[in-house]
Structure formats: C-alpha cells, structure tokens
C-alpha cells in the first residue's frame, strides 16, 4: 500500500501547527518524519489516523482520496498507530486489549477470547514477540507493552503503521528489538511511518527522511547524513552535539548517603545498603539498565518512598524521614523521569505548573493572596528563556510537545535557589535541540557550585554529563568510576560485573 499526504493544514486558533505538508510513504518503505518536538509530527499523524481533521488537503491510500472522521475509518482503510503513551487498559490481559473494539463473538453471542489469545499467539510467533496473550498489561515491561499496541495494529490487518516516537520510554536493548521489528515489518510489505527525534535511530532503520520544523516540510535528507547535517536541518542552526565543560571546581561533600536501602510494601528491596558522595560543584551520574533501582534511588532522596533506611545528609542536614515539602524547602530541585506522571499537572497551565514548587510563599504568594501579575511575568520570562514553544503562559501544560514540558519542568526546578539537584532521565523524548539546551544548564548548575545526580539510561548523556560515574546492578553499586572510563567497561558494570580499582 502506498500512502500520500498532499497539502495537509491543521489550524488550532491562529497557531498553524502543519502548513500544507506533502509527502509519500511507499509499500516496504521505512519514511522517518524527523522534527523538533512542537514540530507538528504528531498533529500531522493524528490527522492521518482520524483524531484530527485538516483544513486544508487531501490524504490518499492507493492513490484514493481517504476521508477519516475517526480512528476507526483510518483502520478500516488500514492504517494502525503505535502512540508514544500506550493506548491499552491496564487491567486487561493482551488479548482483551487486542480485541477491544474490534470483538468477534461465538456461540449465543458471547465473546470469542480464545480466537484473539490464538491471533496474539500468530502474530507473536511471526515476529518473535514472546508475548503471552494472557498477561495482564500493567504487569508487563513497556518493552512488551508496545509489542501488544503492535500486535493490536498488525491485527486489524494493518498495512501502513505509524510509530509515533515509539522509543521515548524504551532501554537501549528494547529499543534495538523495536528497530529489528520495524525492519521486519518492512520486509513482510508495509509501509511504516516512523516519527522521532533520535538521530542515531533515524540513521539506523530509515529509508527515506522527510524534516519537519515549525509545522513546514523543511528538506529532505538520505539516511546517509551526518547527525550534524539532521541537527541543523531540525533547529535551522548549527546545533553542538558535544557537551562542553571544564574540570569541575570541587568544594566540600554536599550530600551524603550512607547505607541507603529501599523496599516496597511487599518487602521487595530495589535499593540495597547504597552509598556515595557528592561535593559541590561535582556531577555524579548513575549508569545502569532501567529497572535496577534508578526510580526508587531518585525517589528516596526526594522522600517519595515509604520504607526506607539508612541516612541523606545535605549541608550536615539529614533529610530521610522528612516530608516532601521540607526536602523541596531545603533546597532540592527535582526533575522527574516521568514528566506527566510526576512533574506536571496537565490541566493547569504553564504559569501555574512554573509555580508549583513555591506556591506557598513569596515571591508568588503574599498574605496568602496569590500575586497574578508576579506569576505571570515569571512565566512569560521563563518562556523566552527556556525557549518554550507556546501559544502563551495560560496554554495548558498538557497541550505541549513532550520536549516542551520537559522544558517547563527544567525551568521550574533550575529557577530556585537550590543546594542539590536531582535529574532523572533529564532529557527523555527531548529532541536534539533541546537536549543540547538542558544539557548546557545542567553543566551551569553544576559551574554554580550546587552538586548534581543525574541518572540517565542513555550512556552517551551519562559519559557526557558526568564528573564520576556510579553504576548500579539490582539495587547495589557494582563500582563508582572516573568519566572517562571506557565504554565497553562501563557496558560490563551494567551486566554487574565489577571492574578492578572502581570503587564500590
């Protein structure tokens, strides 16, 4: 099947998110649709696949003019959507979720589970998911839940998919099988739109690149590119890839952790007898798969986890056991690795998400009146600065690209006066513009004299951020290290093997 949009435009108000964008996907062709975020990839794609309408233009399957009022028309036509958030219900088994809104029914009516648990088994076998159709969703890894959200495209007999930044909540090895899958997917006929931001994944599977900035067709660019050429065909300047920072002026130990342990409710510890130290002005950055107690590490420190021993000194001020509010009002700054879930309120707007943190007292509260004027000519200051892309500060936060959240989240937690800070997963389905902004402010913050954990699962972000790195491997540092300490140890550390001379 061949796909062609030919001058789509969608409007929302006077924002005009895509400006008559033309292009073609070909049957077992992989067509990368490279942006900023806020770069109208999404927009695009919703309109294709019947969320939205356009305004202008025409959409053609096989060179037939396709008119989508829903997603369900955009299916029947055949075309499937893999959504950066998973469109699943999380108590439902995969073939619950896999036959949702397209159910057969067998004898006297009832439903025929058994002939949607046997298509998961099918389209499972034929591209080596492994996926038990009889899991319940939530208890699965995100790897395997976007397995299922492919297996539920591929099963409405799909034949152009859009992945839609597919890789924003994946591990490097889940996003090397989601690689391998698109390109047997292309190898069985499809056609595949795959919408990123990445520039080593975009060299890596695409077929054809289309660039995309501020809603217009920019240029077209051949898997052979450079990544610089991609930046600066993305942000439409030169874009530094490489994070640029002297050796760190060290002062005394900030914080302090000792003998650190996290359990859950069911007694199951993520955090086990953890140590280190971080002194002013340093970077620390923590290495390691997703899922080896990165999340409850973080969590501990902002006292966000219920059972915790052990102590968390900063400035010879212990924090563990103290409220959220207190170790927000000693100075920690916290940039969580799920923004949606953690660090924004979606409904509220961007003047009051910047506020969040400091919503009780000056200089946003007097009296207990809120300062409306004070607010808000922070947030307008904030939105230049931080180059937040925006119709306005009373846009919702839930209404912005993910990479311009991000921004909101990095520009509430770097305005405070802060004595540590916690980034975890800082730059996570940022684009290369704005990856190259936070990194810079991280190094700024770290310049200032304020110690900085940074975790990250992208070793590149963690190598270059980095002052010393430490390594976990199932809740235990396996070894704290120097920056520069090759690739492929650091590689073994993540599989838990532990180094001659690292420090544990």
């Known amino acids: 099947m061949q796909l062609a949009l030919r001058n789509v435009t969608k409007r929302f108000g006077s924002l005009i998110a895509n400006d008559h964008i033309s292009l073609t996907v070909d049957q077992g062709e992989i067509h990368c649709l490279l942006g900023e975020n806020g770069a109208g990839k999404s927009t695009l794609m919703n309109v294709l696949y019947g969320l939205y309408q356009a305004d202008e233009g025409e959409i053609l399957v096989n060179g037939e003019v396709m008119s989508f009022a829903n997603p369900g028309d955009a299916i029947a036509a055949g075309i499937g959507m893999v959504h950066q958030h998973f469109m699943l219900v999380p108590v439902f088994t995969v073939a619950e979720n896999v036959m949702l809104g397209n159910e057969q029914t067998g004898f006297a009516g009832s439903l025929d589970l058994e002939a949607a648990r046997e298509r998961v088994r099918e389209i499972s076998a034929r591209f080596g998911f492994h996926v038990d159709p009889d899991a319940v969703v939530e208890n699965l890894p995100v790897g395997v839940q976007q397995r299922v959200e492919i297996i539920k495209a591929l099963s409405r007999d799909a034949r152009i998919l859009v992945f839609d930044e597919p890789t924003a909540v994946l591990t490097p090895q889940e996003t090397d099988e989601l690689m391998q899958t698109m390109r047997q ?62 050796a760190p002026t060290l002062g005394e130990d900030a914080l302090v952790v000792s003998g650190l342990t996290v359990a859950d409710s069911n007694g199951l510890v993520h955090v086990d007898n953890v140590s280190f130290t971080i002194r002013r002005g340093e970077v620390l950055a923590v290495a390691g798969v997703q899922g080896n107690g990165q999340t409850e590490l973080t969590e501990a420190l902002l006292g966000l986890q219920e059972h915790v021993l052990g102590s968390i000194v900063l400035d010879g001020h212990e924090l563990a056991g103290r409220p959220v509010r207190k170790i927000l009002d000693a100075g920690v700054g916290f940039i969580p690795e799920d923004r949606q879930e953690d660090g924004l309120v979606g409904e509220f707007s961007i003047a009051e998400n910047l506020m969040l943190d400091r ?36 846009t919702p936060a839930g209404q912005l690209s993910g990479g311009n959240q991000q921004k909101v989240v990095v520009a509430r937690e770097l305005s405070r006066d802060l004595r540590l800070l916690v980034a975890a997963q800082p730059t996570r389905g940022v684009d290369v513009g704005s990856i190259e902004f936070i990194h810079q402010q991280v190094v700024a913050t770290r310049d200032s004299g304020v110690p900085v954990l940074v975790v990250s699962t992208e070793l ?45």
């Open 185 to 246: 997917l292309r190898e069985s006929g499809a056609a595949i739109v795959f919408i990123t931001h990445k520039l080593r994944e975009v060299r890596e599977v695409a077929d054809r690149i289309t660039v995309i900035r501020r809603g217009q067709v920019v240029g077209e660019a051949d898997p052979t590119a450079s990544n610089a050429e991609l930046a600066s065909l993305m942000v439409g300047r030169p874009v530094e890839l490489t994070v640029h920072k002297g």
């Open 359 to 394: 919503s009780f007292d000056r200089p946003f509260v007097r009296n207990g009146t809120l300062q409306v004027t004070t607010r808000d000519t922070f947030a307008r200051e904030k939105l230049e600065e931080y180059d937040i892309r925006a119709p306005g500060i009373s």
């Open 460 to 504: 590149d972000e963690v190598v270059a951020l980095a002052d010393r790195i430490m390594v976990l491997y199932r809740g235990q540092v396996v070894g704290i290290v120097p920056a520069d300490t090759p690739r492929e140890v650091l590689g073994l550390m993540m599989t838990g093997e532990r180094p001659a001379g690292a420090v544990a």
